[in-house]
């Protein structure tokens, strides 16, 4: 039995982990803020950022107003067409600047983002394997995991004579010829049929079987 979706938290920048904002075993709810991680160099460095950019604008500002100049200039030949062609390589590169800034903008932006690890869907979560004060990063490794345990899948083994058979009459995933059933470990049957949902394309050569996978309901975790 295995849940029906599971997730590794990763960190995506590097920092000290302010909180944590969950409790180990519990239920969380999609967009829930589970970790914090230090914001103060990330904020410093989008200040620098937004800097960066208003220096490039105005540069370029600057740039288009003397290739503006340069043109008028050049019509009543005050100036060589070098000059001319020097305005306008500066403009360009005025605006490569800007362009760069912005990109530059944009990932001071996420890297701001990524000190909120937020939890990608509703579930369970697992134990923190970090504390409070620890210095984490993207090589740290799973911070913890969630599992979605609102329904769950249950793969099993048939023999490849069996699905063979089952095959020529006709049988597949959208004509299944029963529900599947959950026998628990104290042997009592779940109360709910399941429903296949996957038939593995390859035959496990070991065995000569298929892998097949149902999906179980389970409202009451």
């Not at 869907?121 to 504390?131: D, L, M, Q």
């Not at 490794?141 to 020529?168: F, N, Y």
């Not at 296949?196 to 975790?221: C, G, H, K, M």
Request: hydrophobic share 40%; charged share 25%.
């Amino acid at each position: 039995i295995q849940a029906s979706e599971r997730v590794k938290l990763l960190a995506r920048v590097s920092g000290f982990l302010e909180q944590r904002h969950f409790t180990e075993g519990r239920d969380i709810n999609k967009g829930d803020l589970l970790f914090s991680i230090e914001k103060a160099n990330y904020e410093i460095g989008l200040k620098q950022a937004q800097a960066d950019l208003a220096s490039a604008k105005a540069s370029l500002k600057n740039a288009q107003s003397n290739l503006n100049r340069n043109s008028q200039l050049r019509k009543r030949q005050a100036v060589s067409q070098s000059q001319l062609d020097q305005a306008a390589a500066d403009r360009d590169l005025a605006k490569a600047q800007v362009l760069k800034a912005e990109a530059g903008l944009q990932k001071a932006e996420l890297d701001l983002g990524y000190t909120e690890i937020i939890a990608p869907f509703s579930g369970r979560i697992g134990k923190a394997n970090f504390s409070v004060g620890d210095l984490i990063s993207p090589e740290s490794g799973t911070l913890a995991t969630i599992v979605k345990i609102d329904q769950v899948h249950v793969e099993m083994s048939v023999s490849e004579k069996l699905m063979l058979d089952a095959r020529r009459k006709g049988v597949d995933l959208d004509n299944p010829p029963v529900a599947p059933r959950l026998i628990l470990s104290d042997g009592s049957i779940y109360d709910s049929a399941g429903e296949f949902n996957f038939i593995s394309p390859e035959v496990d050569t070991a065995t000569d079987t298929i892998t097949l996978r149902a999906t179980f309901q389970n409202p009451n975790y």
